[in-house]
Nanobody, 125 residues
Framework: QVQLVESGGGLVQAGGSLRLSCAAS????????MGWFRQAPGKEREFVAA????????YYGDSVKGRFTISRDNAKNTVYLQMNSLKPEDTAVYYC??????????????????WGQGTQVTVSS
């Protein structure tokens, strides 16, 4: 069982930055690949980024490539999402998720077994 808790969301002006954190419980965190997804009102949940168990491999959705960076600290059981050059269209609830396949860089929701409760990010124009 893995519990995930996101933090770091908030209100920021366009062009600004935020760093999201996702703290995981359990001793198996370092074996899981991790992902970030987001969901805007009235839209489907969208893939943002994924990172493998070691942190050496990452994968990004096209809409955030070059602006967002995913990273992890296995000693702290935490995965991060650094978001730069934020745009109003980045406004959404951001979720982290854990994939039991440690080398998976999966953009599909069904690949993830555990989910956090989400944190709101609002970007004003």
């Amino acid at each position: 069982q893995v519990q995930l808790v996101e933090s770091g969301g908030g209100l920021v002006q366009a062009g600004g930055s935020l760093r999201l954190s996702c703290a995981a419980s359990g001793r198996t965190f370092s074996t899981y690949a991790m992902g970030w997804f987001r969901q805007a009102p009235g839209k489907e949940r969208e893939f943002v980024a994924a990172i493998n168990w070691s942190g050496r491999s990452t994968y990004y959705g096209d809409s955030v490539k070059g602006r967002f960076t995913i990273s992890r600290d296995n000693a702290k059981n935490t995965v991060y999402l650094q978001m730069n050059s934020l745009k109003p269209e980045d406004t959404a609830v951001y979720y982290c998720a854990a994939n039991r396949r440690g080398d998976a860089l999966d953009s599909h929701l069904v690949g993830y077994y555990y989910w956090g409760q989400g944190t709101q990010v609002t970007v004003s124009s």
